[in-house]
């Protein structure tokens, strides 16, 4: 494999204990007396279960009960997070005979061991009366609707600057295309496991892999008709989320009312099959991008329309052209998003849910548009940045995307690149080409309390909402603190994921690090002049620890807390916080809007007989504001650039239109990039504060790492090649 960045920064404080496997998952529970579940899946992709013979999965040995629709009693829906409630869809199984989509729970077998659970599941025999379906966004059924008439929220309307229907017109060059994108599913290591227990008096406790534990409380005491106070949700650690563990499950309900009726704690891990079918996705989406330029190389009008996959039951709402609108200095445009309705369980958030499929697209009729007007790429790109948001009018809160277009040309060597298609070839016959292409995404804060706590024995106890997915929320938390107190990063103490700790916002939309860090470090600090007030004129007290001064105060303990929310967001989003709802999703600051950015260098590698595509070498220059880990930040980029590789050349989920479903529902066929496929990433920040945004200067990179890698990969296939792909995944046929 190739060479890689040299590594920087402190380790991560969690890195030790997930390689020695001492990292516990929900999945790892085994507690004496626990029970076990297992799922039975629809085989039909909509209607009604009209009979259930439970009777051979009641006679395997070890068998509890097996819950259907018609003996677990009346529960409510937790409702959907885009409509106001706490789930990732409003439709809840068992709740009624109904079949909303294939592969849905219609029964749930609890036993004493997961083997007899499963077998069990096996033979449960349901009847189903099957009514007609539609599979895809394609079906000949299908019906795209304009989301600005299904959503009146402003934040789901039309995006308009200018006039770009009359501008287009005029334009002396035009590009107009098509782009499709596939259903993608997020397939995190770890897969979604739940275990409910309940206490003598009432209380249940859940353990779950969940970036959204509020959510998970609040929407299971809605469901089960009881008090918040009376749920507990812990998600110390999450192997993975991407969107897919945002909110509240369909399966959380059963298994914490299976674990009430039987008066034991029970485990539900799903399969990674059941996960194609129990848990969001990314939608398929369909795109039309035309764009028009003068003849001095100037975009002078765009016009990108959008149609998503949704459920039948649920709105999941499209929003790439919040992206797509805010690239380029382009006064007249127009972004317009349809939904499609399917049978399908409602899709959600897979890292850049949005911007990942605007950008390949739009950032591919760019390079189209470069190619038609005969400019360098990169050139016409930096021709057509912007100071201000074309769409608001409002100043950026810091924008640093030229500068990411060039460093990165400078650090790719993109000077030595011929313009020419299939005009760069390798010594042993490929074709090489060189690609770029360039990524944003909002920057967010979600509100937060966080609570600092030292003791004298020098131990650091920090409390905040934030759920460690992988991405280093604990190192980039630890690493703060341990600056400002003067403590070693190892005595730092984390509780996020914890209900019990501090409230838990989503952790999503890349808002994490922006949203945690700052009360962090507000509390810190707080706890920091409060003992230095105390100390008072004492001598040493200025380069003192915190645990020194604390020592010296005589003092067990000291805290302090810190409330944050964004700017331009209301005191009263504390009681959405409280409450498990996320706050407003916009964000719409008064002075400024707030983007992260990215520049992508790509090189491909095509062998001339076969066509096989290889990427030895990516370079991503991110805008992310101040770095606050530098490792897990180049990490996150890595990962990012590693996606986005899988999502232009290897990751669909595939629907035979006749039976709905996913078919490649495991990690045999549903293929994603291994180390193999990987080159050498070199990841580079601007690293300029963005202090507009919030005091520490932080604006977020879980999601713009990987948006803009596809159409990099894109158009330098098509400088390899002269071939212009406007459908994910690229498949080889594609270049024969
Ligand atoms: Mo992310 S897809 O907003 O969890």
Partial sequence: MAKRTPRAGAERVDARDKVRGATRYAADDARAGLLHAALVPSRIARGSVTAIDTAAAQRVRGVRTVFTHQNIGSFDTGGFLMGGGFGFQSFHPLRSPQIAYRGQTVAMVVADTPEAAREAAALVAVTCAAIPFVATIDAPEAQPQAQSALLPQPMFADRRAGDAEAALQGAAFTVDAAYELPVQHQNPMEIIATVAEWSADGVLTIHEPTQNAESVRHGLAKQLGIEPARVRVLSPTVGGGFGQKNSLQSHTALVAIAARALGRPVKLVLSRSQLFHNASFRPASRHRVRLGADRGGKLVAAIHEIDQQTSRHDLFPSNGTEITARLYGIGNFLGRERLVRTDVQTPGYMRAPFEHPAAFAFESAVDEMAYALGRDPVAFRLANDTAVDPISGKPFSSRHLAECLAKGSSAFGWARRTMVPRSMRAPDGSLIGWGVAAGAYKAA????????????????????????????????????????????????????????????????????????????KEAAQRLMDDLRQNAGAQAGANGATAVALLRASGRPFAEAESRMRAPGQPEQVFGRLTGGLPAAAGPVYPDFVAFSFIAHFVEVRIEPTTRRIRVPRVLSVADCGTVASLRTARSQVEGGVVWGIGAALREASEVDARYGGFLNADLAEYVLPVAADIGRIDVDFVGKPDTRLNAMGVKGLGEVAMVGVAPAIVNAVFHATGKRLRRLPLRLEDLL
Avoid: C, Y
């Fill in 445 to 520: 804060i979600a509100p937060a309390i966080a609570k600092v706590r030292l003791d004298a024995n020098g131990t650091v106890r920090v409390a905040v909402g934030g759920h460690e997915m992988g991405q280093g929320i604990r190192t980039a938390i630890a690493l703060t603190v341990a600056r400002v107190l003067g403590a070693p990063v190892a005595a730092v103490e984390i509780l996020v994921g914890d209900t019990t700790a501090a409230p838990q916002h989503l952790t999503a939309g890349s808002w994490g690090t922006a949203t945690a860090l700052p009360p962090v």
